[in-house]
């Protein structure tokens, strides 16, 4: 006879099903805690290094423009006043006044106007730095030249256009005049026709006849003015102002955009005979303003002509505040120095940086 018996639980599986009861509300609340706090710290590090980037994104723009700045001012700056060659006699038949920025090649090659806050002028919002010099790396070798008949013969095709303005140069005379007339090989120097146009045919000082010989040169005449302004979309940026098209009409252009200002000084050589050396004590200072050279004061120091006075100058130091074009790149408002001002309120968030290179005159 068999006797039915009850299957028996086993001891040990009864804390197996106590430990498969799952998580307590405890344990869960403390898993929730350190899960958010590891997912605050990936956002704190990712919103860091994000806004690492930004920063150093925006620096390295900044630093681009400016260095492209630089050479462009600096490439017109050492060579300012240049005409290919020596020369014994000048003339400059282009009709206005001699002073006229963009013609005074022989007179004062560097000009520089301080920044007065007079709307919709090149000093609005910077300095403006005006510089004359020969293209000297494009030249036009001349075959021959009717000097009556004001017309140069060059020995092969060219490129320039009608309206460009140019210097001549055969070693001892010198002259600026503009193209009134081209063709593949030749350009007329006419009188009259054009803007400024000619006063005269005559290149010789003085207004005298003088014919260029075989082998002289012409060359582009570089007329540059730098300024900051407003470009179409309302920011400041670097522009640059040149003499373009049949009539020589300045034209602006726009080179780097985030130029908030410009500020231009020059170090100046009082030493007689002149040694080519700065001289650190003038005005109390190694780099003085253009108004204080322009200053008819200084003629005991630097002489009394203003030509004879920016003669003097031997190396220019140019620079530049440049900010973010973006807002809100830095967390909180970046207070600046520039020009002499220390802690400048931006009322922005953008990143500003200045920007100073110091640039040695050659033509002196």
Known sequence: MSIATTPRVSRAAKPMRLRMRGLSLIELMIAMTISLIVLAAVGWVYQGTVQTYRNH???????????????????DLRMAGTTGCPFQTSANVLNGAEDDWYKNLFGQPIVNLDKNGTADTVTELSDALSIL?????????????????????????????????????????????????????????????GTPGNSTVNLGNGGGAI???????????????????KNAAGEPSLFRLTPKGADATPTPEELVEGVEDLQVTFGVDTSTPRDGIVDMAVAGAPYVTASWIDDPAQAAALGATAKERWDRVVSVRVSMLMRTVEDRVIPVKQKYSFNGTN?????????????THVIQVRNR
């Open 211 to 229: 014919t260029y010989p075989a082998g002289s040169r012409l060359y582009r005449l570089n007329a540059v003015t730098y300024y900051v302004g």
């Open 57 to 75: 994104d925006a620096l390295s723009r900044m630093q681009e423009g400016a260095r492209y700045a630089f050479e462009l001012i600096s490439k």
């Open 343 to 355: 802690g400048i309120d931006p009322g922005d968030r953008r990143l500003r940086k200045v920007f």
């Open 133 to 193: 010099r020969a293209d000297i790396s494009n030249e036009y070798i001349v075959s021959s030249h009717d000097s009556a008949g004001a017309v140069f013969t060059l020995t092969k095709e060219h490129d320039i256009p009608q309206g460009a303005l140019l210097v001549a140069t055969d070693c001892n005379n010198a002259a600026v005049f503009q193209a009134s007339a081209v063709s593949a090989t030749t350009v007329t120097h006419a009188a009259g026709a």
